[in-house]
């Protein structure tokens, strides 16, 4: 696999800003995004609460998620082309007006199935260009030899969304209601436009200029072509963004059988004890990278995803709390490892002047294949693997051993 590509220019400073600059950038992300959590958390209750409907549940976390998939990769040229800063502002101003709207129907008793979907995707849309701005802002405000701690940054921000954030919903939500929690995602989303308006970042080098003659579509189409054609030239980058996308679709599918899997041999309590494991596995590996500052080159990539699939192979071994619990610890354990590094390595490989373009169409693949997996696990797993793994099939014969049995 190729790595050594040419080191990208950076910014046109003199040199980057102080680490505590990105650290506040850090700060006043972390605590937009553990918001988003809260409002998340609390718009799913509301949505199950009043319909009672585990389809219509679903379609919460499909609107959340899936505009950013397809939207972020038109959304690249914008952030190479105009200033990160006031493009991050735009991200958090369209996300909290979007919220806004959502806790005045709600408050008006005037919030209906469709109008609350249609919110979420726009929110969504609008927080989709924050990946790759924050992305090519910390190349920016970050020294070459700090951007795996400032990466390692980055995922301990997404491991306390992930462990803080539902045990403050659990606590919150009896207390303030749903109304609460948006008002809190608002102040939240108001203190990242604090800080942005506040902090001053290096000017990005130049890039070319958009064709004059493209509509706005086509323009965003020919800016994630540009960031496709880029990461399809690059052998090395090419097979990082095969690896990545391969590594988020097993993880979609053990977030889909992880529930059904546990709840099999065992209950509730032990499965919450399970989950649990898995989020203090990803808060150690973050911290972790905090106190290591993490590998540069791409075979500790190579070397976490295997150690990856080791722990997935010791989860599914036996139908053992303390071997799920295991995995689910060591799985989690290895992804902001592996996230960080692999971060760092395109940060160094693509030019500052592409960043924008080339983290968005990354992004997208990799996070694509998580809807992906939520809609394929179901199938594969009871018209697939189940009947190949009946007692007295070949296949049972051979892995039940290893893999929980058969039947």
């Not at 008006?108 to 249609?118: I, K, M, P, W």
């Not at 004890?273 to 500790?300: D, E, I, P, Y």
Request: proline share 6%; with cysteine.
């Amino acid at each position: 696999m190729r790595t050594s590509l040419p080191q990208p220019p950076r910014g046109s400073d003199s040199g980057p800003p102080p680490f505590s600059r990105f650290v506040l950038l850090w700060l006043g992300q972390t605590v937009s995004g553990m918001g988003s959590h809260l409002n998340g958390f609390g718009l799913s209750v509301w949505m199950y609460e009043h319909t009672r409907s585990t389809s219509l549940y679903s379609l919460i976390a499909l609107a959340a998620f899936a505009p950013g998939v397809l939207v972020a990769p038109l959304l690249g040229g914008v952030v190479d082309r105009h200033d990160l800063r006031k493009v991050m502002m735009l991200g958090h101003a369209g996300g909290a007006v979007c919220t806004v709207l959502i806790a005045l129907l709600l408050g008006l008793d005037r919030l209906s199935v469709g109008a609350l979907l249609t919110l979420v995707a726009a929110g969504a849309a609008f927080n989709s260009v924050q990946r790759p701005a924050f992305t090519k802002a910390t190349t920016l405000m970050v020294g070459p030899e700090q951007l795996p701690r400032a990466n390692g940054l980055m995922q301990l921000g997404l491991a306390l969304g992930y462990i803080v954030a539902p045990l403050l919903s659990g606590v919150l939500l009896p207390l303030i209601g749903v109304t609460g929690l948006l008002i809190i995602d608002v102040l939240a989303a108001a203190l990242s436009l604090a800080v942005l308006q506040a902090l001053r970042m290096p000017a990005a080098p130049p890039t070319e200029a958009a064709p004059v003659k493209a509509s706005l579509g086509g323009r965003a189409l020919q800016d994630a072509a540009v960031g496709w054609r880029y990461i399809r030239e690059r052998p090395g980058l090419l097979g990082l963004q095969v690896l990545l996308t391969l590594m988020s679709f097993n993880l979609g599918i053990l977030q889909v059988l992880v529930t059904p899997l546990v709840m099999s041999f065992t209950d509730v309590r032990t499965l919450g004890a399970v989950m649990t494991a898995g989020g203090v596995g990803m808060l150690a590996g973050s911290l972790l990278l905090l106190a290591w500052g993490g590998a540069r080159g791409v075979w500790t990539v190579l070397g976490f995803v295997l150690l990856q699939g080791l722990f997935m192979g010791l989860g599914a071994s036996r139908a053992s709390a303390w071997g799920v619990g295991a995995g689910a610890f060591g799985v989690l354990f290895t992804v902001p490892v592996i996230m960080s590094c692999n971060q760092t390595l395109w940060q160094r490989k693509v030019p500052t002047g592409l960043q924008g373009r080339v983290f968005a169409v990354h992004a997208a693949l990799s996070g694509g294949a998580i809807p992906a997996a939520y809609l394929l696990s179901g199938p594969l797993a009871d018209h697939v693997f189940e009947p190949m793994m009946t007692v007295g099939s070949p296949l049972a014969a051979m892995l039940g051993p290893w893999v929980g049995g058969t039947g």
